[in-house]
């Protein structure tokens, strides 16, 4: 088990590994999107995307799911055996929260709050058992590595903003409604 990645190179993983089990390729799914409207995408935006040097609109997400014959939360959804990816900030979340809404995370007006039952502790030290049971101490070292990572990330408290925040009230949004034909 290695430490958590981006989760955009994840979607990019999942994209290369939907058209690799098609036995499709890259140019035929960038015909795919033609064919799907999106008439920009040539085999170069396939193997960026692939490669984690493009990221994935999320107009782009339904289509690209249907050019790949198979669903958005598989595109989205970390592969089986992945249990957290990371923000872009790199703080890890685990598999689960991708899926559903686990609390793990929480918002003190502006200020981000990491629920404690989302300590991977007990897990990686399992796994750092297992992996020194099996006589693979770099992997079991690469762990330690990355739960005290984690541990240090929980201990931190969040950095005040600037002494003079500025007050702001959201504006309610109402989405026209369409208009009822004349007859």
């Known amino acids: 088990m290695s430490a958590p990645q981006p989760y955009g190179k994840e979607l990019a993983g999942n994209v290369a ?19 799907l409207g999106l008439g920009q995408w040539r085999k170069q ?28 939360p598989v595109l989205t959804t970390l592969p089986v055996g992945v249990t957290a990816a990371t923000l872009p900030n790199g703080m890890p979340v685990g598999a689960n929260r991708v899926v559903s809404d686990d609390q793990s995370f929480a918002w003190d007006g502006d200020k981000l709050k990491v629920a404690p039952s989302t300590r991977a502790d007990p897990l990686i030290d399992a796994l750092i058992a297992e992996h020194r049971r099996q006589g693979r101490p770099l992997e079991a070292a690469a762990l330690e590595g990355y739960r005290d990572q984690l541990r240090e990330m929980s201990s931190e408290e969040p950095q005040e903003e600037d002494a003079q925040e500025s007050e702001s009230e959201d504006t309610r949004v109402q989405r026209p409604r369409p208009s009822k034909g004349r007859r």
């Open 17 to 35: 590994a939907s058209r690799v089990r098609l036995r499709i390729s890259q140019e035929s799914v960038a015909g795919r999107m033609r064919a």
């Open 45 to 72: 935006t396939v193997s960026e995307m692939e490669a984690g040097g493009r990221a994935i609109r999320a107009d782009e997400l339904l289509p690209l799911s249907i050019a790949l014959e198979t669903t958005v």
